[in-house]
């Protein structure tokens, strides 16, 4: 079988898009050699074009139905949909970076680091052998690490975040590992079908490692996703990091990791769900009570963020959770929910982070004080900030209020009501510190003099125009996904997940 | 035909949009594009009126899903059948009228954009609200178009009877609305669906029924909530103190909220729900009677006010209380008329009061006013012809549409009803005749104000000359030689309670009888008012009387007493349980959250030891609950 066959026959329709961007990563990276500093707005134009032409790739595999390649990689409806998402965040990702890329004068690496870590996450989304998983996690871990790092303008921050989450992220890879490997020396698969297969007499014969390896997992993908108690890089990482490289961190990688976390952790222990996820559960509960309490007493606002994505990361936990009490039937039920709020949370937190950037940049601002007088200043901008805001918190007629909305129906009809408890007592709690921003950017500023004025001198904050459409596309996100959820629920309604 | 429907609201919407993004551009621009816009909208609801007049029962609908969930769905679209068709015209044709007047009463006024802004808005939720395919969607728009008048009543909310007002409307309203949301959250639990076109069908086979509560009392219950709704935004008795205090928005404001906008709303939809209204007796009895004292109480009050548009005011409530008195007693299709014909006359009369008010400069009082005939000529005459309208003089409009009322209380042989609707006839025509003499007859009793006097240019006198020939001849659309055009239109797809064959013999004496009513009305009004004699002393006599229709019953001195202090004293109690128990509580829950969040800030320590230390924590803690758990694994 030649190589052109072989691409033809299967790779083509599971890794397509996964090759696209790469092979984009590839030339932008050797590209970037060569061209002057000054064409770095062309190499990062460069690098959302294959992005969109692995939209379109992707696109065009759709009508083809699900095949594996390799016996390692897969085009089910989770990969799928998720690579779906996962370029659509790329590609918005990409375009703040345009903007960020100029204003922190970041390293020519940065362009193809981002394009790496999607290759890795689109590889997280499509294998289904734990090696190949493995490696894709590794793969967006290690570029998001240096990415951390690149931020020129504020090294000791950004080096310090970017050590922070090296080391525990490599704690966390090697827990994950650690927890794989039992699984391998039980079984001798790496295949998680195979594993699939053997999962209940895995569970039956050996309950007390299958526990271990379950609970390795969990903790290993947990610090990747920042939940309590494995969370604690995070505000650390987000201050330093660069805004586009912040927003990539808190959405492409946690969609990904969560992508793999349901594959992995439903594939193989799928036998005893019903005893092994109320420790997700509890993970989930613990996850949002800590994450909104840390932002409740939080003034700067990239670390309100990062606590506030914590939170989120707890939310989007419990359609996991709740595997270990849905019945079959019901397990496409919580695949869409995972996916529409994963959709949402992007949309919102691209959103806030593109605000944040160039309120950073352009107004010196980063504790919340700083945002007096914003909406008088800078009304749209103020007003596009106060919907994510909105969103995040969880507000009716936006796509955040859905997202809640579907997980808190899904705890009810499997029965786990204490958890949609959690989350609406949580959700009450975010408000606090979201409309606490909220009032206070119509609050006037305060008389200062002399240097203290800094970043409410100045008038309207200049918006430029790639970050200008991200705002709006995420706006739009936000508020089409509130407004008219149909759109993205009927589609993923009829997605064949597994 | 249906695209051509969601259009008719969406020109009005997109005239508000422009001149809420272009506040800089002049005023002149604001009222063009406005009235411009509007035209296609009119055009587009006359081409859907003859639509269904040729096709008569079509129901045009086209909805989409908007909220599905595996109990019920919810949908939003638009339906239109014969009484939508025939409100669409209304509202379109009224407020394209009021919006050219606007610019000829307010051309000086500052904030011209946002007014029209208001006013398209407020237009675009009427429609909208006509429009809808289901009560929740209605609710959305019976409360914008309640946001809008809120908003116009307030315009000049430096004035603070203008602020007070908007404020009354709006509380009072909202206390209709609470009703009318209970009710239709009723239904929708009985029915599963919001969709009111399957309320009549289900209730007529007895399924609309819950558990707790069985389906005569269910479908009484559930009216009688929405009509609370509709009491509230129509301004029927007890609600209706908010409607005369509205006046203090800009008149053509009035005019649209009389004619065409707010207070239809409430009579649209109880002739909405008509057939499910049909269905129990105690609510269709309830209706009636409600309307007929409205009718008289109004008229009654309408006597002694001495603020012209307090009168033309409490004369919409009374006209309103004609509509409900029809459709109680179940002649749906003459209420529907009515509110047709008292579109065309009220708007006429508003505009005309406040061509006067524009022309004294602002002074809406009668003692002030008179021998404004000569002066403004065309303002005299297309106020005699509302006048004469309301009054149900024959040939003009108001005579059709009231003596249909009455003739239809005469033949249902409710001899209260009709009683009490004569008596608020004959009132009628004598408060009304009143303004005219007051206002256009005898000698100026203001030297100053009748010297400037003048028309206020065409702007806004072909408005009234246009509604001036609706409120002369609109009635005719509707009589019974031309066999009652607008009743069978109407009727295509509603099936009213049939009316005694009797009723055909009875026209001839209805009309004869309220003609001579309102003849005579108007003779009391001539002899007390006629030939410049402007205000008489009231003879002692009739002091008392005369005091308690000055002061409107005491109606809002009562609420003051009883509602309003009673709502502080409680206001008073709650604030005191809400400054130290609630807030206490919260406080206490609020210091709780913060202090558990700074606790948990201490392990924030920014030590990369102490990060890996807290998740190898975790880990073990979670090994140690596998080891122990009940059932434990080991």
Redesign the interface.
């Known amino acids: 079988m030649s190589l052109a066959t072989l691409l033809q026959a299967h790779l083509w329709t599971t890794m397509g898009p996964l090759f696209v961007v790469g092979m984009t990563a590839i030339v932008v990276m050797v590209l970037e050699l060569f061209l002057p500093a000054a064409s770095r707005k062309f190499i990062v134009l460069l690098a959302a074009l294959g992005v969109v032409v692995a939209g379109v790739v992707l696109v065009h595999t759709m009508s083809v139905p699900p095949e594996l390649s390799l016996d390692t990689m897969v085009s089910d409806g989770l990969a799928t949909v998720s690579s779906m998402l996962l370029l659509a965040t790329g590609l918005l990702v990409l375009l703040l970076h345009l903007d960020v890329n100029e204003s922190e004068e970041m390293p020519r690496e940065s362009s193809f680091l981002l394009l790496f870590a999607l290759v890795g996450a689109l590889a997280m989304v499509t294998a289904v052998n734990l090696v190949a998983l493995y490696i894709g996690l590794e793969l967006l871990s290690v570029s998001s690490y240096v990415l951390v790092a690149l931020r020129k303008r504020h090294r000791q921050a950004s080096v310090e975040g970017s ?2 989450y090296l ?2 992220g490599g ?1 966390g890879s090697a ?1 994950f590992l650690y927890g794989v490997s039992f699984i391998y020396g039980l079984t001798g698969q790496t295949s998680l079908y195979a594993l699939a297969q053997a999962s209940l007499s895995l569970w039956q014969h050996d ?2 490692i299958a ?2 390896a379950f ?2 997992i ?2 290993g993908l ?2 990747k996703l920042s939940l309590v ?2 969370h ?2 995070t ?2 990482a987000y201050e330093g990091a660069p805004s586009s490289v912040a927003a990539l961190i808190s959405t492409l990688s946690k969609t990904a990791t969560f992508a793999l976390a349901l594959r992995v952790l439903v594939y193989i222990f799928n036998g005893g769900a019903h ?1 092994l996820f109320p ?1 997700i559960a509890v993970l989930a509960a613990i996850t949002m009570l ?1 994450g909104n ?5 939080q003034h700067n606002l990239r670390r309100l963020l990062a606590f506030s994505s914590v939170a989120q990361a707890g939310y989007l936990l419990i359609p996991i959770a709740l595997f270990g009490t849905a019945s079959v039937r019901e397990w496409p039920d919580l695949y869409d929910n995972l996916l529409f709020y994963l959709a949402v949370y992007t949309f919102l937190t691209i959103g806030a982070f593109a605000v944040l950037h160039l309120l950073e940049h352009h107004r010196d601002v980063t504790m919340a004080d700083g945002l007096t007088g914003f909406a008088k200043k800078s009304p749209w901008l103020a007003a596009s900030f106060i919907v994510f805001l909105l969103g995040l918190a969880g507000m009716p007629l936006t796509g955040g209020f859905v997202g809640k909305f579907y997980i808190f ?1 899904s705890t009810v009809q499997t029965g786990v009501l204490w958890l949609g408890i959690v989350l609406f007592a949580t959700s009450v ?1 975010s408000f ?1 510190y979201y409309f606490g921003l909220i009032r206070t950017m119509f609050q006037s500023p305060l008389p200062t003099y002399g240097d203290a004025a800094q970043g409410q001198a100045e008038g309207r904050t200049p918006v430029p125009v790639a970050t200008g459409i991200v705002i709006a596309l995420c706006l739009f996100g936000t508020v089409a996904l509130g407004v ?3 759109i993205l ?1 009927h589609p993923l309604a009829l997605v064949q997940w597994f | 035909m249906s695209m051509l429907a969601l259009l008719v609201p969406l020109f009005p919407l997109l005239a508000g949009v422009i001149s809420f993004f272009f506040r800089r551009l002049p005023g002149a621009f604001h009222a063009t594009i406005s009235v411009v816009l509007l035209i296609p909208s009119v055009v587009f609801a006359i081409v859907l009126f003859l639509y269904v007049h040729a096709h008569p029962g079509v129901v045009l609908r086209q909805v989409i ?5 595996p109990s019920f769905s919810i949908h939003v679209g638009i339906q239109v059948n014969a009484l939508t068709a025939l409100m669409l015209v209304i509202v379109t044709f009224v407020s394209i009228l009021v919006f050219m007047f606007s610019y000829g009463y307010l051309r000086t006024d500052e904030r011209l954009s946002i007014y029209y802004s208001y006013l398209n808005l407020f237009v675009f939720s009427m429609l909208a609200l006509v429009l809808s395919p289901n009560l929740l969607q209605l609710y959305l728009f019976w409360e914008m178009v309640g946001l809008c008048s809120y908003l116009l009543v307030g315009y000049w909310f430096a004035k603070p009877e203008a602020a007070r007002a908007a404020r009354k409307s709006f509380v009072v309203t909202r206390i209709g609305d609470a009703g009318l949301f209970a009710g239709i959250l009723l239904l929708g639990f009985a029915a599963g669906t919001f969709n009111d076109a399957d309320y009549s069908i289900l209730a007529r086979h007895g399924t609309l029924a819950l558990p707790w509560l069985s389906e005569p009392y269910l479908v009484t219950l559930a009216t009688l909530l929405i009509f609370i709704g509709a009491v509230g935004k129509s301004a029927q008795l007890p609600l209706h103190v908010w409607l005369p205090d509205a006046m203090e928005g800009p008149t053509p404001v009035s005019a649209l909220i009389h004619a065409a906008t707010m207070v239809a709303a409430g009579v649209y939809l109880v002739a909405r729900e008509f057939p499910l209204f049909a269905e129990s007796h105690v609510t269709m009895t309830v209706v009636a009677y409600v309307g007929a004292v409205t009718a008289l109480f109004a008229s009654l009050i309408a006597i002694t006010q001495q603020d012209i548009k307090r009168v033309i005011a409490y004369s919409t409530v009374s006209q309103l209380g004609y509509m409900m008195l029809a459709l109680g007693i179940g002649a749906y299709a003459d209420g529907v008329f009515h509110l047709f014909t008292h579109a065309f006359f009220k708007a006429l009369l508003f505009l005309a009061a406040g061509s006067v008010i524009h022309a004294l400069g602002g002074t809406q009082d009668l003692a002030l006013m008179g021998g404004l005939r000569r002066k403004m000529p065309i303002t005299f005459y297309t106020f005699l012809a509302g006048a004469l309208a309301l009054s149900g003089i024959f040939p003009f409009a108001g005579f059709w549409s009231k003596d249909a009322i009455l003739g239809a209380a005469m033949a249902k042989g409710d001899w209260v009803l009709y009683l009490l609707g004569l008596i608020a006839a004959f009132c009628t025509a004598f408060y009304i005749f009143r303004v005219v003499f007051l206002t256009f007859a005898g000698a100026p009793r203001d030297e100053d104000l009748h010297a400037h006097a003048h028309e206020g240019g065409w702007v806004m006198t072909v408005p009234l000359v246009i509604l001036g020939l609706f409120a002369t001849f609109a009635g005719f659309i509707n009589t019974p030689w031309n066999d009652d055009f607008l009743s069978r239109f109407l009727t295509a797809t509603k099936t009213p309670k049939p009316i005694p064959a009797s009723y055909s013999h009875w026209p001839l004496t209805s009309m004869a009888i309220s003609l001579a009513v309102g003849l005579c009305g108007i003779g009391l009004a001539a002899w007390m008012y006629g030939g410049g004699k402007g205000f008489r002393k009231v003879p002692s006599a009739f002091k008392p009387w005369y005091a308690l229709s000055r002061n409107k019953f005491y109606v809002d001195e009562v609420y003051s007493w009883t509602v309003v202090r009673g709502g502080k004293l409680l206001a008073a109690l709650v604030d005191l349980v809400d400054r130290y128990l609630i807030e206490g509580l919260t406080r206490l829950v ?1 210091l709780f ?2 202090g ?3 606790v ?2 201490y ?2 320590t ?1 030590q ?1 030891q ?3 230390t ?2 190898l ?3 073990v803690v ?2 140690v ?2 080891v122990f758990r009940v059932g434990g ?2």
């Open positions: 050590m922070k080391v525990m704690i827990v309950a007390a526990v271990i609970l390795l969990v903790v947990g610090i108690p494995f604690m890089w505000p650390d005893d420790y800590a309490w840390l932002a409740l007493t129906t709690l606090f008219v959820p149909g629920l | 899903p908007w909220l599905v969930l609020g959250f913060y558990i969040g700074n948990l800030r392990t924030q920014g990369i102490t990060y890996g807290f998740a924590v975790g880990l979670f090994l609950v596998a694994v080991f």
